[in-house]
């Protein structure tokens, strides 16, 4: 049985460990589907056959199917690999590497059908940085979001063959956006921009056993609307119109979090071998625009060409990800773990910049699990090949903004690459 001193610890490190927030990497948008090494061994594939403290985030259903009492945290070290290429010259992302840490518990609620969850963790995103003097310096030098969801669940399980569950995710989010503006022969203005905003969302979610060997699993998670309403916004002027600086506030800035739909099937095939599918569907159309209005115009260039805001078309699609896993117990501890996963970025190519370099991306993954008394372990590892985009757009040379100065220097063919390796490692105990 859980007691209080426990309880307090986990919400001291909670806090201690995200106090900070946590900044990720491009994937479907700006959207991390795996959570732990597990999960990520498996191809993301979890909906379904969630087992452990993680079903807060995968589906709060399953809360009843977890063995005890549990915690489960740790942390994915993600490295990655971007460059764009454009008229033989190559910017790369410099910002290669990043980790991702954590924490889920579960509390079984005696003499009731109904299970409590506990999670912190970051399913969304970004962290992209070039040199300032890259030819991508119009369209982005930093970009980067930072998002901590904090999630109690609850779960019951009215009959033997049906769990339901959900949660409320309080949200905290933080943001950064800084690049060059063109200003012809007078040299380059830099704008850097940031704020965070806290928000709200939830989660509803069904598991179905109709037997012991299969399980049906469907979570919904609502769409979070990050508002940054007092942006603080800072400009360096041209240094041939004198390279003054300024500030101002900027409102308007909206970034949607997408609703998302899993749906998920697990077959456990005999007491050894089990496989899972799952089917995500995320609407990310509701990332129209990325704009700002400024409070007090900014003095570009000298002070003659005031600058009220921006307006960067995104017109982002919905997308779809299907995930494959399955894990197989050598012996009654120890489990290995594969899969593969195929996503669909949301990025069309009219709108493709290097600030979210995404692509369509082929997932492989391996990993394995050991038991050991009251304590679990799990690695995972996730290949992540993105298929190589050549666009013709014009986001290097206006950042986007359809009423910038156009830099004319980079007319041509922008060729994007990414690859991405992770690597998890969770522990669990149980009570």
């Known amino acids: 049985m859980v007691k209080h001193p426990a309880t307090t610890t986990m919400i001291f490190i909670l806090t201690f460990c995200f106090a900070d927030g946590v900044r990720a990497v491009f994937a479907g948008g700006y959207a991390i589907p795996p959570q732990t090494a597990k999960s990520e061994s498996m191809g ?46 190559t910017s790369r992302n410099i910002h290669d590497d990043d980790f991702l840490p954590n924490l889920f518990a579960n509390y079984h609620i005696p003499n009731t059908q109904l299970s409590v969850g506990l999670g912190t963790y970051a399913p969304f995103g970004l962290a992209t940085s070039y040199k300032p003097d890259a030819f991508t310096r119009y369209a982005a030098v930093r970009s980067e979001l930072r998002t901590i969801f904090v999630t109690p669940t609850v779960a019951w399980e009215p009959l033997p063959y049906l769990s339901i569950g959900g949660g409320i995710s309080f949200v905290h989010a933080s943001g950064t956006l800084s690049r060059a503006i063109f200003f012809g022969p007078f040299g380059d203005g830099k704008l850097r921009i940031t704020d965070t905003d806290n928000a709200y969302g939830y989660k509803v979610a069904f598991l179905v056993k109709p037997n012991d060997q299969i399980r049906f699993g469907l979570t919904y998670t609502s769409h979070v609307d990050i508002n940054f309403k007092s942006a603080d916004v800072k400009f360096a002027d041209a240094p041939g119109a004198g390279g003054l600086s300024s500030s101002s506030k900027a409102s308007g800035i909206h970034l949607p979090l997408p609703p998302v739909i899993n749906v998920g099937a697990h077959w456990q095939i005999d007491p050894s071998w089990g496989i899972e599918l799952q089917y995500d569907y995320a609407r990310w159309s509701k990332f129209e625009h990325l704009k700002a209005s400024f409070s007090s115009p900014l003095p570009g260039l000298g002070g003659a060409v005031p600058i009220g805001g921006f307006l960067i078309p995104q017109n982002w699609k919905n997308s779809s990800s299907l995930r494959f896993g399955t894990a197989y117990k050598l ?17 069309p190519p009219s709108t493709l910049g ?62 994007y690459k990414t690859f991405q390796n992770l690597v998890g490692l969770h522990a669990a105990y149980r009570f």
């Open 44 to 89: 993301g594939a979890a909906v379904a056959g969630v087992d452990d403290p993680s079903a807060v985030y995968v589906n709060p259903a399953a809360l009843t199917q977890v063995d005890g009492n549990q915690i489960l945290g740790g942390l994915t070290y993600v490295n990655t690999i971007s460059s764009i290429k454009n008229s033989g010259a």
């Open 331 to 347: 012996t009654k501890d120890f489990e290995l773990r594969g899969g593969v996963g195929l996503d669909e970025t949301p990025i």
């Open 354 to 415: 290097p600030a979210i370099p995404g692509a369509d991306y082929l997932t492989l993954t391996a990993g394995a699990g050991y038991n050991w008394e009251r304590i679990k372990i799990d690695i995972g590892y996730m290949a992540v090949f993105y298929k190589t985009r050549s666009v013709n757009n014009n986001v290097l040379e206006t950042g986007g903004d359809r009423n910038a100065l156009p830099f004319p220097g980079v007319s041509a063919k922008d060729k």
